[in-house]
């Protein structure tokens, strides 16, 4: 890593401030201190799905799928292009997607909004993109929080927890029935998401990128394009979910391909059929300088989902795909003996998820 | 409204900056601006439920409740003392007390960390305290998520969202049958709990006060007195949503004994039995020039849960609270015909919930 007018340059997620290791071991020091086991009476916890993209419960013969994600700092983003509709949309949509990873179907969410002032022109804004989400996720807004918290936040911080179930008696997919041979599908995403802004933000700063101008390449502004809101995937997802071996599926957010490790940690994901990345993500990784290690390990490249498939089966998934606005997904690599996530093209391997 | 040192004095809440008006605009804003109705295959939200401690959806057969909340700027206290484990059982006990307000069996919850920087030993007194809280309520963790965003936060961000279900075909407690004459139970709180520590922090602040002294009549240390976890009432909240003839439920937290208003607004809810609160309040309230009507409506003020029962059902509701943890409730009022929250000893009368 060099060095840049005195300061470390954010060639790394890290250096931009945002520690992974550090996160994992507090994370894990918490997990330790807080394990407790319940009364079966108050529901039973699914084993096996933790350190999945969701956590799964049983409760009165019925499975539920719960999980939580914030926006992160893309709202800086957003604040700075007075533009709120589309962090709305990422608060539905960085949600639901985790529940789709299992292969539930999503019911709803709840919102968490934590700001230093509450201003109805805003909230309107990110209500109508709350609501694109709904839509797009085809399930409703089930209550929320706002805390008006100025002294603890700058700006504002949006979080939400979604849930979803196993219609007619379908299994969770957790990706344990993953074997050598099998394909994998990727569908594309629209653009980064919401994942990795504190290091974008640091690369815009740094080389004082202008929003308001297009990169090379680009047709709109690129603050417009760097705020579009995440794909969502429920939809394609809940209809790979009912077919027979359809046996993994991941949503690469944060982490990047190293997503599909959490999977099996015992089986190799050769992303060997990896598309070229969008404009977006290589000009961004042009202007700030960052290895490709760094951007497949933090950035989704182009691919927001995929799904581990059974040879016999793509035919049926890419029908399941096509019916449900994702008939632009392609096949992009393929399991193999071994442990970790390669992506030869680039010359990269990851040993595991974190 | 006075000034002191050339400054608003915080003699209210919106004057500490919790613009509670502002936010409820804000709200109704975003929520019109989101509406959208989901197919019925991805879930049934029960209408009815709006608007009251948590949300609920039928699922396959099963309802579930689901509500969030966040520990607020109580965390600024923790750091300031730097003791972790309150605040955590409060994430736990926050969440899990409105999912007891409508009659629910708690099951888990997931957790939210929004934070600059993760450290291990931070983490794991949280996690001490969020163990204590899932053992108060018998309940599991189902995931969470730990967001690195230094430059969205100052400190630490602690929320959570809390699921739960009505065992045994057992129907939510709405507060739909409540009637004149119906009496009104609560249960002692363990002191602030987790709500309006903008207020008293500025309260802190401006009267320089000592929190490594007890204060006047106290025995610790006021800041320890002040961090003091939250009472977790599921349990007796459990038993008592079983008990034909309780007919509805609240949990005292932000807005005071306004919160009883949410369970029907046409009646009235006369507290003429509102026992004194304990010092810790009238301490505050003291020390901050704080005036009655503010107090009743930020604070629970000595009581933090309360139960509305026909007077039929008096005995068999005590007897519950006795067995589950809960024999100090002590009745505190009725219902009459009319509308509003009274608080006859103190000359209140509350209009309704906001």
Redesign the interface.
Known sequence: VGSRSGRQATRTYAAS????G??A???S???????????A???R?VPGASGHF????R????T?A?????V??K??LAERLRRWEEV?EDLVASNVNDLAAVGA????L?????CA????????????G??RG??AA??????????????????I?L?G?A?G?F?GGRRPVLGSGIRAGDLILGIPSSGFHANGY?LI?RVLEEHRVDLRRPRPGGRVPVGVELLRPTRTYTEAADGLAGVPGVRGLAHLSGGGVRNLARLRPDRRFVLDRWPEPPGLFGWLQRTGGLDDREVFQTFNMGIGFAAVVAPSAIGAARRVLRARGAGDALEIGRVERGAGVDVPRWGLRFEGYA
């Not at 401030?17 to 992974?20: A, F, K, N």
């Not at 969701?54 to 419960?57: E, F, K």
């Not at 179907?105 to 709803?108: C, F, K, L």
């Open positions: 401030g945002v520690d992974v550090a996160r071991s507090a994370l020091a918490l997990l330790r201190a807080a394990e407790y086991a319940a009364p009476s108050h529901g916890p969701a956590g799964l419960v409760i009165a013969g019925t539920i719960i999980t939580t994600d914030t992160g700092t709202v800086l709305g179907r999503t019911v709803g709840v919102d968490t909004i934590v002032r509450a201003d109805a022109s805003r909230f309107r804004a990110l209500g109508r709350i609501r709904l839509a085809r399930c409703s807004l089930l209550g929320g929080e706002t805390a008006l918290v100025g002294d603890l936040v700058h700006g911080d979080g927890t849930i179930y219609p504190t933000r």
